[in-house]
Structures are given as C-alpha cells and as structure tokens.
C-alpha cells in the first residue's frame, strides 16, 4: 500500500462498499474487490488513525493510535470457527484507540466504526478483565466514588449519549445494594455509546474535530474510569 495521506475524509464508495459486501459476504466476490477495500475503506482508516491519534492523545494521555490492520484497525477477517454465523468478513470498518501498554481489548478507549449507514462512536471497556472488575464493583460499593459514577453518567446520558454494559441479571455473590447502584453492579463492562448515521463530516477532513467533539461528551465516565487505574 502507499504511503499513508494527510485524512481528507472517507468517501460514498466507502459506504459503498460495505453495502455491496453485506449482499455478496463471500470469499469470491471479495478477492474480484479486493482493491476497492484497499484503496476506499483501508487507505482513509490509516490516514484517520494518524491525524485524529495527536487529537485523542490531547484529550486522553497515553492513548495508542496505531495505523495498521491488527493494531487500531480491526482486522475484516472473522473468525467464524466457534460461531454459528459463517459469513467469512466483517461488513464494517472498526478502529480502537486504547489507553496505556497491554493487550487493547484489556483497556479502555474510543471505537470508531463504520459501515454502509454511517457511523457510530463509542468510549470504554470491550469487558473489564478480572483485577479491573474487581475495582469497578469496589468502586460501586464505596458511597462516594459510586455516587459520583452515578453523577458522570447523568451527565453523559443529559448530554444524548447512552451508557450501557449491564450483564448479569442478578446482584454479583456477596454484594447488596439497592437502587441505580444495584444496576451498576450487574455490569460487566461499561461504555458509551452514540449512533451519529451520516454526518457532513463523514467525506472531509472534519471528521477529526467532528469525533473528537462526539468523544468529549463521554468525558465524565472517562475521568471516573481513571480512578480504576489507580486501584
């Protein structure tokens, strides 16, 4: 592939794409397009991992913008060995930028994914590993800290951004609570979530700013989600 371009924007054959591919998921019909998701999906995504990586990094210390296919970029390739659904590709664009050193889906951070109908943005945990559950239901339990997760996440949701993660139906062993914070308990993740479908922004540079701007409204779950590294 070329060398990675200044972000102008995705492109409609971008959204293309991921259209024709959900109506020919097979092997054949993406070998024959091949390069159209090398030149329309995967040339933009590293160009965007690169100019949004400095934006996120301002907002969020230590996050990880790595412009390659396995790194931020999810890979288009299922595996489909354990899964009922055989369709061998992904008919999105997924990107993950992570806070921190270790595995990605072990840290909190910003999702970005695409497909034929636009957009959808997320920030936090793909599921909380064991020692960070453990903080979080700690966190939950201690009156202060699990009011002022209850204060960010009113904050959030004012704002027009869902919070979801809760799991389990039942009240982990050995805890009792009542109330918001009994829901809380029952996660096993936790995340924000924001369908933006088709913004203007999609086909030009200020997609960055358009993100960054997004993200920020989950800011109040972000600054709490800190206090679980401090754990």
């Known amino acids: 592939m070329d060398p990675i371009e200044t972000f102008t924007g995705f492109t409609p054959n971008t959204l293309r794409f991921f259209g024709q591919l959900k109506r020919n998921n097979n092997r054949a019909w993406f070998t024959l397009h091949k390069h159209e998701y090398l030149t329309h999906v995967m040339r933009p ?5 690169v100019d949004i990586g400095p934006v996120l990094g301002r907002m969020c210390p230590g ?3 790595d412009p390659t296919s396995g790194g931020s970029i999810f890979r288009i390739y299922k595996d489909t060995r354990f899964s009922r659904d055989k369709d061998p590709y992904k008919t999105h ?17 910003f999702y970005f994914e695409l497909d034929n109908a636009g957009i959808r943005l997320c920030y936090g945990w793909y599921l909380f590993p064991p020692p960070i559950l453990k903080a979080y239901r700690q966190a939950v339990a201690d009156d202060r800290r ?23 139906k039942r009240l982990p062993r050995g805890w009792s609570l009542t109330g918001p914070r009994a829901d809380l308990m029952r996660h096993n993740t936790l995340y924000t979530e924001l369908d933006c479908r088709r ?17 920020k409204r989950s800011m109040p779950l972000h600054r709490w989600v800190q206090q679980l590294f401090a754990q």
């Open 45 to 49: 995504a590293m160009a965007f991992v």
């Open 63 to 65: 996050i990880v913008a």
């Open 93 to 109: 664009l997924g990107i993950f930028f992570w806070q921190g050193p270790g595995k990605k889906l072990d840290r909190p951070g």
């Open 146 to 168: 699990g009011r002022d997760l209850l204060n960010g996440i009113r904050r959030v949701r004012g704002s027009g951004v869902t919070v979801g993660g809760q799991h389990y």
């Open 199 to 215: 913004p203007s922004e999609l086909f030009s540079s200020s997609l960055i700013t358009y993100c960054a701007r997004q993200w």
